[in-house]
């Protein structure tokens, strides 16, 4: 039976996440010391406390004290989502491939917003920053470093909180599957050149407003991306989690070591009592609930508590988590930015699932699109964005009706048309 300060403190944590979804993007802004969420809540310092920590290991909130004493939270905006579901990639061990495939598809939509929305500043912005970076880096950790000014530049330009939070997420997941330093430029100085120019040409698109060109030039200089970590893997790089490495916590270090420990493991599949699990890593059973927290929290695992309880696998699909960071952009994006973010996901995903030949049930058509298109990445932006997405959805639409027997059929050049026919709804509401 579940323990009563952990059902008061699950409540606490959605009335928190809903605080801070209205409070907007704000940096720095306090909730409170532990006592006044007592007397807010209504609830015991023993439920305010798990609350807290499970908000924390989501990374939704952060953790200071004061000069006299007493806790206090801060929101983190954007930056907090985006490092949460990146941790949400990297525990789950979304494929690189697939988190690659969702960068070209949220970058291109980037540079059509900077295009589209530009500014004399940020035009300034982004020249600066293109002319910052060396064409001839002495190593891809140069290469990389120099390059990401220009990219938060353009994201700037683009002017959309929802873009800016899935962005950093997946792009922070990719640099945690391989450390930057791992790579080698070893041959692969031409595709480095090539970059460099296309992100140069992607810059002088955006400026007149050319959407067209800077959407192809942005996809072209991500295909040279790609061939030079693919190249690399294939020269014996292994993926990797920079999260395990350093002198991170070590309840974060349990967490992803026991994520992948189970990864293959089915749904509900036994990993054991609490206890074991301390002996197992040698650690404290402080450390091993606050590790559990953070695995629970996304999905990869549930706790039971009392007698027969134990830990089990999760499902990460279902995760409180995607429905938190989707509610909180959904409170402080624009409509339009959310509702074009899910409409070119859910074209890339119709097409892949219209090649693999996959079929969809009526109803509900974005959660069977991402299973559909074996892309993890797809999947979890989906859910995060149809419960961003304010617009009421009644019923099933004749747009989904088309998409389904486009995709049945394996015309993937329809499939992507009628998922597009979302975008053009999201552009007028």
């Known amino acids: 039976m579940p323990n009563k300060a952990s059902s008061r403190a699950a409540l606490v944590c959605e009335r928190i996440a809903r605080d801070l979804a209205s409070r907007g993007e704000g940096d720095e802004a306090v909730l409170g010391t532990e006592r006044e969420i007592m007397s807010q809540f209504g609830a015991s310092r023993a439920a305010v406390r798990e609350a807290i920590r499970t908000l924390e290991a989501r990374g939704l909130i952060r953790v200071r004290r004061g ?27 979304t494929p690189l491939l697939d988190l690659a495939e969702a960068q070209t598809v949220i970058g291109s939509l980037a540079v059509e917003f900077a295009a589209e929305r530009i500014d004399r500043e940020g035009i300034g912005a982004i020249r600066l920053a293109a002319q910052a970076a060396s064409p001839d880096p002495a190593s891809m950790e140069q290469f990389a470093r120099e390059r990401r000014p220009l990219l938060r530049a353009i994201l700037d330009a683009a002017d959309s909180s929802a873009l800016s939070v899935l962005m950093e997420g997946v792009g922070a997941a990719i640099r945690g599957h391989i450390p930057v330093k791992a790579l080698s430029m070893r041959n692969h100085e031409a595709q480095v050149t090539l970059i460099h120019r296309d992100d140069d040409r992607v810059v002088e698109a955006i400026v007149p407003r050319d959407v067209t060109q800077a959407r192809t030039l942005y996809a072209s200089a991500r295909t040279h991306e790609y061939e030079i970590l693919g190249a690399n893997l294939r020269e014996g790089y292994l993926l990797q989690s920079a999260t395990l490495d350093g002198d991170g916590k070590l309840a974060v270090k349990i967490a992803y070591s026991l994520a992948d420990e189970i990864r ?9 009592r609490q206890q074991d699990l301390v002996a197992r890593y040698d650690c404290s059973t402080a450390v091993l ?44 994006a624009a409509r339009q930015d959310v509702a074009m973010l899910r409409a070119a996901l859910e074209a890339s995903a119709a097409v892949r699932a219209a090649k693999l030949g996959n079929i969809l049930a009526p109803g509900d058509v974005t959660n069977q699109l991402g299973r559909a298109s074996a892309n993890r990445a797809f999947a979890v932006l989906l859910a995060i964005l149809k419960g961003a997405d304010r617009r009421e959805q009644d019923g ?15 015309d993937h050049g329809l499939a992507r048309r009628y998922a597009l026919a979302r975008l053009s709804s999201g552009r007028q509401a």
């Open 264 to 272: 293959t493991a089915p749904e509900g599949a036994a990993i054991g």
């Open 289 to 332: 609930r606050e590790a559990l927290r953070l695995l629970e929290a996304h999905g990869v695992i549930t706790v039971h508590r009392g007698h027969g309880g134990g830990v089990r696998v999760g499902d990460p699909d279902r995760s409180i988590l995607l429905e938190e960071i989707g509610r909180t952009i959904g409170a402080g």
């Open 67 to 93: 000069r006299r004493g007493g806790t206090r939270l801060a929101c983190d905006g954007s930056a907090a989502m985006a490092s949460s579901l990146a941790a949400h990639f990297t525990l789950t061990r």
């Open 396 to 410: 099933e639409s004749e747009a989904d009706r088309l998409l389904v027997e486009a995709i049945a059929g394996g």
